[in-house]
């Protein structure tokens, strides 16, 4: 595989981007919200708001809109109350699709994100249709030239209990048990090794290769899933060749 990678490096500075035109806001403010009403609004005490409030600052939300969010969430202030929901599916050439979203309407929603599918070739699906492919790891993008020596790196993030670091052309790619991402992600700090891309990661166990209008309709069908402001993230099996997808995604 050459392309896993480089499609979730090329999604985190999307996402960035996104974040610079206030996209991401939203997007964001209901996972702080969620994640407070579920873990507490204590945010050393609870990984996923932690997460949470560090994408925010990350995208210098301000501090107000965190502490709503937060408030929101544990049911100080009133609004809108959001739910945790699995959407799965299709994509063109019979890549599998799994979906985590945030909504308010899971009827709308549903209903939204299938027309979604149906008008880029794929189909959403029933429920566990697709999720036994894919594994809840820590995911971690380093990019070759930016990690320095292979060996060193490898001591690096085994010594904070990474469970495997592979090669994915021009990344290394580190997983880890959930419960261990932090610790990974703090050790490849304190050692100044930027990362690419890096989360709490639904993985495929298993990869279909996609190329041509395959391809194309894929990355388009991703895109515009991404782009429905219920959608938190978008995980996927498709491979697609990494010069290929350079010029796909330019």
Known sequence: MSG?????SIKHKKAAA??????????????ISIAARIGGGDAEANPRLRKAVLDARAVNMPADNIKRAIMKGTGQLGGSSYEDVIYEGYGPGGAALYIEATTDNKNRTVSELRHIFTKNGGNIGESGCVGWMFKRKGYIIVE????????KLLEIVMNASA????????????????EHYESVVEALKTQNIETASSSVAYLPQTYVKLEGKQAQQMLK???DLEDHEDVQHVWSNFDIEETELEGLSS
């Open 4 to 8: 896993h990678s480089k499609w979730h």
């Open 18 to 31: 996104d974040a610079k035109r206030g996209k991401m806001f939203t997007k964001i403010i209901k996972e």
């Open 144 to 151: 070759k030239e930016k990690a320095g020596n292979e060996d």
């Open 163 to 178: 469970e495997d670091m592979r090669e994915d052309g021009s990344n290394w790619e580190i997983i880890s048990a959930p």
């Open 221 to 223: 069908l991703v895109d």
